[in-house]
């Protein structure tokens, strides 16, 4: 994925970082979430309808709620200041 893909976002938690292991993450993939207790899970598709899973700052997601950029039907940039991690498919919580 490219920076700044556009994609339509389908669902999205907030869970615990302790957590992040039973969606699949690898010990890097959380490393790179940084300090954060808690973790957004924004899943979404791309413009060419690939399923997307971005895990990212709680915060940044609910400014976009927030906002309405999330909502939007046309769909929204994903950054990677926001998303540091970005997987193909759709991850889920076990």
């Known amino acids: 994925m490219r920076p700044g893909t556009t994609v339509r976002a389908i ?5 615990p970082k302790s957590q992040m292991a039973n969606i699949g993450l690898t010990r890097a993939a959380v490393e790179r979430l940084g300090n954060r207790p808690q973790v957004a899970v924004l899943r979404c598709v791309d413009g060419d309808g ?3 899973t971005a895990v990212g700052d709680a915060d940044y997601l609910k400014d976009l709620l927030a906002s309405g950029e999330a909502r939007n039907p046309a769909g929204m940039k994903l950054v ?3 998303f540091p991690v970005v997987m193909r498919g759709w991850l889920q919580a076990s």
């Open 50 to 52: 690939e399923k997307l």
């Open 80 to 82: 990677e200041r926001g």
């Open 11 to 15: 669902e999205y938690e907030i869970l």
